[in-house]
């Protein structure tokens, strides 16, 4: 494998493939038409002269460095900071946002970052959301042009490329910004975003989180333990008789665990407030029977004694899923969150009122609680219903 080197540009190596990018911006040099990469040891001359041509587009527009005041751009930085890698002074975020939990500031970072480029560790990254849905530069948005409208079009953008959650999820984002834009001076007059409402979910897209059946998941439970992974089976019977969401699941402490109940705070609760809850004895005979080595530092841990990232469980997970899909034995799209709706349906249809299923589900909100009836089985609610209007009029006529 040969790196060229050429000036202005970094390259880097991953899996056998060479990327290559402006050092200045982080952009990845591409096709301008096609957006494929343009390999320079098949074709040195067109790599030097789309790099010669991206150069010449700097000449002619304000470097991010020196990104115009007040600029969609220069509030994402006042917000989140700048880290300095492009050659521009460190700026400290700010403290709303080192408020935010990590993962959090993860999310958050996925709509928001400015533009693709190198990490620390030297990998690639792509922009936000918003950067690569819309085409004008961030640095070149002014924040007195954002309007409801505009709004509106850039939820669109997203919307078509990405899908409809991701368009709603980006004006959820923006909603937040542009609070901190106000609160501190930087943005007038109201919140452009604050009344944009959501787009629906599309009628014939699947369910995001679909309920396992009972099969499915003692399938996914054996093939976990035959293949010795005994922190994916700690994570399945807590997603399904615990309802742990994938946050809980990896980042909650050994001691959550206190035999027989699961006492603990939700990892992204927003007032923490401590849940104690009797395990189910199906759930307490896996987790006696799983016990992570001595001294581990959470209560879902690998092989190693070492914690599970949230991307990393997904992945597990999903690699479970898709080997088992194939054989025929479970469905496609299977994720641990729906495990989570396994449980809220399996509450919905005991016919246990509503306070109870909320508290078992560390909800707070009656909203909340309905998300999770949504594969409860309303047949049987309405047959008890009919079997409650023949009741009273059978009292009638006598």
């Known amino acids: 494998m040969t ?130 849905a819309i085409k004008p530069r961030l640095g070149a948005i002014a924040l007195v042009d954002l309007d409801r409208p505009m ?68 399938t996914m439970l054996a093939d976990a333990r035959r293949r010795g992974w005994t922190g994916v089976v700690r994570a399945l019977a807590l997603g399904r008789f615990a309802g742990w969401p994938m946050g809980d699941v990896v980042n909650q402490p050994l001691h959550a665990w206190q035999d027989p109940r699961l006492v603990y705070v939700r990892h992204k609760a927003q007032m923490p407030k401590v849940n104690s809850v009797k395990a189910p004895e199906r759930l307490a005979e896996i987790l006696r029977a799983t016990a992570p080595p001595a001294g581990a530092p959470r209560l879902v841990v690998n092989q190693a004694g070492e914690p599970y990232t949230e991307d990393g469980m997904r992945t597990m997970v999903w690699r479970l899923c898709t080997e088992l899909a194939k054989a025929g034995k479970v469905r496609r799209g299977l994720n641990i969150h729906g495990l989570r709706h396994s449980l809220g349906k399996e509450l919905y249809d005991l016919d246990l009122e509503r306070d109870a299923r909320k508290a078992m589900m560390a909800h707070v909100t009656d909203e909340a609680s309905m998300v999770y009836e949504r594969d409860g089985d309303r047949s049987r609610k309405a047959d008890v219903a009919v079997l409650a209007v023949d009741l009273k009029h059978r009292r009638k006529k006598t």
């Open 3 to 132: 790196t060229i080197r050429i000036p202005g540009v970094k390259s880097y190596a991953s899996k056998g493939e060479t990327y290559y990018y402006l050092r200045r911006t982080g952009e990845r040099v591409v096709d301008p038409d096609t957006q494929q990469p343009i390999d320079p040891a098949c074709d040195l001359a067109a790599f030097v002269a789309r790099v010669d041509q991206m150069k010449a587009a700097l000449a002619g527009l304000p470097a991010v460095a020196s990104a115009k005041a007040g600029t969609l751009l220069t509030l994402i930085e006042a917000w989140r900071g700048h880290d300095g890698l492009d050659g521009r002074p460190k700026r400290d975020p700010s403290l709303e946002w080192t408020q935010l939990k990590p993962a959090t500031q993860k999310s958050y970072e996925r709509v928001i970052q400015p533009a693709g480029g190198i990490d620390r560790k030297g990998n690639p990254f792509p922009g936000g959301y918003l950067q690569r």
């Open 151 to 218: 709004i509106v079009r850039i939820r669109d953008k997203v919307a078509k490329k990405f899908g409809f959650w991701t368009g709603n999820y980006v004006v959820t984002v923006l909603r937040i910004l542009f609070k901190f834009g106000l609160l501190h001076g930087h943005m007038e007059g109201e919140n452009p975003a604050e009344d944009v409402p959501e787009l629906k979910r599309p009628a014939d897209m699947p369910v995001q989180h679909p309920s396992w059946t009972d099969p499915e998941f003692e």
